[in-house]
Each structure stands twice: as structure tokens, then as C-alpha cells.
């Protein structure tokens, strides 16, 4: 068969345009409730599928390895202007491709292979990036974890700077994947400041939260800031690094040639994008909506009995503790699977069970908030979490709670644009 360059996806590979449409169409048609999940402006996604895609602008604006870079520059430097507008940070590198790829970056920065960092520990809610042994963070570095307190589910803060002065850290990492609370982020850098470490946060999670101005900022209090763009800051699956003025020079060298090559342009473009959509002051309305949101799913979910690991949440995610209730996490992601909710299992702290068969689910509401739910639809929600989990081996009674969820998500239309031409499709694949 002859390459048809000019052809349309529909028509050039209908096998993999076939899935992507069937995509389009889980999304519009379940709950989505993990937690690092978004879903993007037509403006961001369409910015993610341009030209840019063939592009190499290997270097920094006005600095680059190839010729042909002017748009390119003009690009990267709005994005950069604009996330610095948003966070106030002193520079930022937006050519990560990744959270994980950033927070490489950032270390390479701060300190030497060998050297240790103090992160929070993966099974109370931090990232593979802050240590595992498997992940290059836990290869590369020596790396000792903090907990949350058995007693608050919450840091304490006294006991993280009891570890820090034994241990000697050089580089103090807040933020996490799985911790519901805010951050006492001027007590973590008088801790770093009394020990002699960098402090640095990555705020991939609640970075759309900071945007919003609904929870507090890491950015005046620490060295580095690590982000991705694609949670509830909105933006591309994409990452973004911070830091004062003094590691400016060193984190655009660890970025590139130290971790990358080329960045991903076309992705720049579209972070671009997201960051002009976080600086308007509707950005704020939706990050409190968010956060009023996991709040109102939180109560109700207390209210059919389910335990919330630290009594609730002030983000927009929340662990529940399902094995409370005599099921395992993994068990109940199945069985919310099947009514059409989607979440992930996931550790609580001090879990008693294996990380693949959790005690937990990790429930967040970025997603849904940004289709346009409150927090009378995260009730409603909440029952039927409720009703599935205790029919959860009654497949019909789960079928029956997916029928409504599909009624309340056809409520809350998602990329209808995009849903549209697939009946155009099957009317060209039929002739
Ligand atoms: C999601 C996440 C990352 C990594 O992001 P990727 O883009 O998947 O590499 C890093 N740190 C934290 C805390 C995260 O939650």
C-alpha cells in the first residue's frame, strides 16, 4: 500500500483512529476520578497536534543547535514568561518532558550522585522519583524517607527535622502523589536552612492549586520547584522546573544537554497555552471548585461510612481507607471500574497490605470539575461509589449504577467536537 502523506488519520490508519475515537469516547462516558488526571482545552490539544512535532530546537531561545528556530523561540520564551507570571518563580525551565524528567534535572542540579536526600516515603504518599529503590533517584542517590504520623496521618514536622539533623540531607523533598494536605512549606525550609540543604518541592500534584490560588505557594520558600503540567495545572502530559536566580544557569544545563535532548515543541506550545489559561481569574473559580469538590466527596463518602486517611482533605484528592470496610483496594477499583468510575488503588499509610493489593483507594476531582460538576453532583457520586462497593461481586447492580453514571456524564459533555466526526468516519468506512 503506497504512504498517502496528504490522507487523514480516519482514512490512514483506521485501526489506531479507530481506538483513539473509542478513547474519546471512554472519556465523555465514565467518571473520571483519578487523581493526576485533567482534561485539557481543545485550544491546549490542538496546540499539542501541530507542526511543531517535526521540529529540533536542541538549546534555549536565541541559544539553539539548528537553524530554523524563530518561531520556536518566540514560543518557549511566552511559555516561560508566563509560567513565571503564574508562580512568581525567578526562572523556569519549561523543556521538561516530564515530572520524572524534571525532577532528574533538579537534582542534578543541587547535588552529586551519592549525595542524600530526605523525601517522603512512596507508601505514605510521595513519588517513585523521591527514592525507590528501583527508580534512578533510589540508584543514584542514598536517600532516607519521612513518614506521616501513625497518630494525624499528617507530616510532623518536629519528627522530619529530628531525621534531618541525624541524617545530614542535602536536599529536603516536599510534595507527594498521594498526600491529601497542604504543606508547611516555611517550616520545611528553616529545616533544610538548619542543616545545610536545599529544599525542594515538587508540586506535581496541587501546581494547578498554587496557580489558582487555593493553596499555599512553595516558590518563595524553596531553591527548586518541580512540576508536571498535565494535572490540575491542566496543561499537557508534560513537566517544568523552577528555581532562584543562583541555579538558573545550572538547571537549564541539567535540563539540557544534562537529562534531554530536543524538547518536545509542539508540547511547549501547548504548556504555553494551559499557562495563559491559568492566569485568567476563572482558573481560580475552578481550582476552588476543585477543592470544594474532594471536600464535598470526602463528607459524603464519611457519611456512608467509609474512613478518610487523615480525616479529610484541603486538595483535591483523598485516600479512603476501603479495607475499613472489608474490601482491598484493588477490589474496589475493579468494581467502580465496571460502574464507570475510574480510580486507582492505592497505600495508605501504615498499610498492612501488599502495594499491589492496597487498603486504599485514591479518589481526586480535577477532572470532573473541570466538565463543569459541583459538589451536588459529588454526592450523587458518592452514593453510588457507596452502592457499588457493597454490591461490588453483583454485576448487575454494577451495570445498572454505570447506566446512571453514563446519564450524569451525558450531562456534563466532554470534546463533543471530537465525538462528532466518529459517526463521519464510520459513514466513510462504510461506503
Ligand atoms: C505525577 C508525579 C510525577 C511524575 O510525573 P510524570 O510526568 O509521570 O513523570 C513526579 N512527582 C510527583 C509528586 C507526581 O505526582
Given amino acids: 500500500m503506497p504512504i498517502d502523506l496528504q490522507a487523514p488519520l480516519s482514512l490512514a490508519d483506521p485501526e489506531i483512529a479507530a481506538q483513539i475515537a473509542f478513547e474519546a469516547e471512554r472519556q465523555h462516558d465514565g467518571l473520571e476520578m483519578i487523581a493526576s488526571e485533567n482534561f485539557v482545552s481543545r485550544a491546549v490539544l490542538e496546540a499539542t497536534g501541530t507542526v511543531f512535532t517535526n521540529k529540533y530546537a536542541e538549546g534555549y531561545p536565541g541559544k539553539r543547535y539548528y537553524g530554523g528556530c524563530e518561531f520556536a523561540d518566540v514560543i518557549e520564551n511566552i511559555a516561560r514568561d508566563r509560567a513565571r507570571r503564574i508562580f512568581g518563580a525567578d526562572h523556569v525551565n519549561v523543556q521538561p518532558h516530564s515530572g520524572s524528567q524534571a525532577n532528574a534535572a533538579a537534582y542534578m542540579t543541587l547535588i552529586q550522585t551519592g549525595d542524600t536526600i530526605l523525601g517522603l516515603d512512596l507508601a505514605h504518599g510521595g513519588h517513585l522519583t523521591h527514592g525507590h529503590k528501583l527508580n534512578f533517584s533510589g540508584k543514584l542517590y542514598r536517600i532516607v524517607p519521612y513518614q506521616v504520623s501513625r497518630e494525624t496521618e499528617r507530616i510532623n514536622y518536629d519528627e522530619l527535622e529530628a531525621i534531618a539533623r541525624r541524617e545530614n540531607p542535602k536536599v529536603i523533598v516536599g510534595g507527594g502523589s498521594a498526600y491529601p494536605r497542604v504543606w508547611d512549606f516555611e517550616r520545611m525550609r528553616s529545616i533544610a536552612d538548619a542543616v545545610g540543604a536545599y529544599l525542594m518541592v515538587d508540586m506535581a500534584h496541587f501546581a494547578g492549586l498554587v496557580a489558582g490560588g487555593v493553596h499555599p505557594s512553595p516558590v518563595p520558600h524553596a531553591h527548586m520547584v518541580t512540576t508536571t503540567t498535565h494535572k490540575t495545572l491542566r496543561g499537557p502530559r508534560s513537566g517544568m522546573a523552577m ?45 476552588q471548585q476543585t477543592v470544594n469538590n474532594a471536600r464535598a466527596l470526602a463528607e459524603a463518602l464519611r457519611g456512608e461510612g467509609y474512613r478518610i486517611v487523615s480525616g479529610g482533605t484541603d486538595t483535591h484528592l483523598l485516600l479512603v481507607d476501603v479495607f475499613a470496610k472489608g474490601m482491598l483496594g484493588s477490589e474496589a477499583e475493579a468494581a467502580l471500574g465496571k460502574a464507570g468510575i475510574t480510580v486507582n488503588k492505592n497505600a495508605i499509610p501504615y498499610d498492612t497490605n501488599p502495594p499491589l493489593k492496597p487498603s486504599g483507594v485514591r479518589f481526586g476531582t480535577p477532572a470532573l470539575t473541570t466538565r463543569g460538576m459541583r459538589e451536588g453532583e459529588m454526592r450523587r457520586i458518592a452514593g453510588w461509589i457507596a452502592e457499588a462497593l457493597t454490591h461490588r461481586a453483583d454485576d448487575t447492580c454494577l451495570r445498572a449504577i454505570h447506566k446512571q453514571v453514563s446519564a450524569l456524564a451525558e450531562e456534563f459533555p466532554l470534546y463533543g467536537w471530537l465525538r462528532q466526526p466518529v459517526d463521519e468516519r464510520e459513514m466513510v468506512l462504510a461506503d
Fill in 243 to 287: 528555581c532562584k536566580a543562583e541555579f538558573a544557569q545550572g538547571l537549564d544545563r541539567s535540563v539540557f544537554p544534562g537529562q534531554q535532548g530536543g524538547p518536545l515543541m509542539h508540547v511547549v506550545a501547548a504548556k504555553a497555552v494551559a499557562f495563559q489559561e491559568a492566569l485568567q481569574p476563572e482558573f481560580h473559580t475552578y481550582s
